[in-house]
């Protein structure tokens, strides 16, 4: 995925929830923060949250006025009433083991916003997922050659990537659990949480059944 897909993304997120310029946003599970800054170059006052050191300390370099970076659990409310939108974006939930931690992060989502704004869930489509699910695959990067293999088990897709740089060798595991559209239904009337929109891709279109996306656009009542 690259920066201009991000953009194009963004773009139309603001287009669809008509934002104003200096609104307080701000980007649960930010990675290395291409949403975040996009976002704080178009005028809006933008916080970003990771658990990953590595890629907090990456966004720094970034930081303005507007614009801040923090390491934080996502399960934990980061402020409380305090943002006009808060968002989760290009599948940055249900890693953990317990189920119980993706409902706290969509609740510390929720009690972040005030009354009436927006919490905003990028997931992948879980039938699309698993209709196209490759199972192996073998790529190489320069002299790197990667081994993917994927599978589901325990209703989470799991990915082995194991890594050949020459005489070194690395593997890592990657677990996500299956949420479908009826879990984040089940979540958001527990939150209180009034599911406005549904769409199936970058360019918000109508989610159906194949579509390639799960983004979710939920009001705090």
């Known amino acids: 995925r690259d920066t201009s897909e991000a953009n194009h993304f ?12 200096n609104n307080k946003i701000l980007d649960v599970a930010c990675g290395k923060g291409r949403h975040s800054i996009f976002l704080n170059s178009l005028g809006f006052e933008v916080t970003g949250i990771d658990l990953s050191s590595e890629s907090i300390n990456f966004c720094k370099k970034f930081q303005n006025d507007s614009l801040s970076f923090h390491k934080f ?17 290009f599948t940055s939930i249900g890693y953990f083991d317990d189920e119980k931690d993706n409902f706290k992060v969509i609740k510390s989502m929720t009690d972040s916003v005030k009354k009436n704004c927006h919490i905003v869930i990028d997931f992948f489509n879980v039938q699309n997922v698993i209709k196209n699910l490759v199972s192996s695959e073998k790529k190489q990067i320069d002299d790197v050659i990667f081994f993917i293999t994927r599978y589901v088990e325990d209703n989470k897709i799991i990915k ?46 109508d989610y159906q059944k194949n579509s390639e996306r799960l983004i979710l656009f939920g009001k705090k009542l």
């Open 10 to 21: 963004i773009k139309n997120l603001i287009n669809k929830l008509n934002l104003k310029k």
């Open 73 to 89: 659990d996502m399960r934990n409310c980061f402020k409380e009433d305090h943002f006009n939108l808060c968002l989760n974006l």
């Open 160 to 205: 082995q990537v194991r890594i050949i740089d020459n005489d070194l060798e690395y593997s890592y595991y990657e677990k996500v659990n299956l949420l479908e559209l009826n879990y984040f239904k089940n979540v958001f009337q527990k939150l209180g949480i009034e599911l406005v929109s549904l769409f199936g891709n970058y360019n918000f279109d």
